[in-house]
């Protein structure tokens, strides 16, 4: 004979997971449509050949992925991919925090600081990159005029090969640097007053004890903007766009343009070797990303 307690507390259990799938449907429907499903077709796409219209042809196995490792235009994309990443993640982490530790002073007006160096972060990547666009004007820009001023000739900031990357980068530290120094300041902020003010009696203060107890205190933090600055300068996109078409001479192509370029721009529609380049950003994504869990996590303080 069933013991109705134990029935009861079965149909309980029972009905509480269908009202958590139940909530958990909507979500699972969107993730569903907007990012396995497409991500599954990305990896069907790039074993394909897609015909002038961008129809799959057929299956051909590997061989969107020979013809791109074995392109050297290729190498010279992951190259720019990888230069643009370091030039832009390390650069706005380190000016965030600088100036995150020198907004923790005392001064008259800090608020007013505060809100001026976070406002990069409201601004879009098209707003910003237009603004930069005039800024880098080579006849008319604000740089070319400052320079023009101090007796130095003007710069062709986007046009020229040698500086063009350097132009997009610095521009996207910019854009970058609002949002990191947010994170920051949420950071020095919920430090233990305790702590600090226990290392100041005992005699450390000044850079001492930014380096020995603030930097160790910041550190999930600062682990939290590598990864997730890190995945956000390999996918970007707009700046370059918009500021420089992926030139000159393909010196500003990343990954993620060279996939726009081969899968909508000029009506390529080449899906297949597209999508083979995307399952390599998506692979050094998740690369990069396992390498600085495994290697940087272990120096995260976790208080």
Known sequence: MSNPVTSTVGAEGRRERWVAVGYLLPALVVFGLFI?????KSILLSVQGTDILGNPSGYVGFVNYTRMF?????LQVLWVTFAFTLLTVIPSIAIALV???LLQSRIRGVRFFRTAFALPFAFSV??????????????????NGILSHLGIDKVQWLTNPDLALWSVSGAT??????????????????????VMEAARLDGASGLRLQRSI????????????IVVGTIH?????????ILTVGGPEDRTTTLVYSIYEQAFANNNSNYGYA?????????????????QFGVLERRVFYR
């Open 275 to 291: 999508s083979a380049q995307a399952m390599v950003l998506l692979l050094i994504v998740l690369v990069i990303t396992a390498l």
């Open 99 to 101: 100036i995150a530790l």
């Open 173 to 194: 530290v910019w854009m970058q640097v609002g949002y990191n120094l947010l994170v920051l300041s949420a950071g020095l902020g919920a430090l233990p007053e305790d």
């Open 126 to 143: 098209a707003t910003a990159s237009v603004i930069f666009g005039v800024l880098f004007n080579p006849a008319s820009g604000v740089l």
């Open 233 to 241: 300068s390999l996918q970007s996109f707009g700046q370059i766009k």
């Open 214 to 225: 603030v930097m160790p205190l910041l550190t999930p933090q600062l682990f939290f903007l």
């Open 36 to 40: 396995f499903w497409p991500l599954v």
């Open 70 to 74: 074995s392109d050297p235009d290729f």
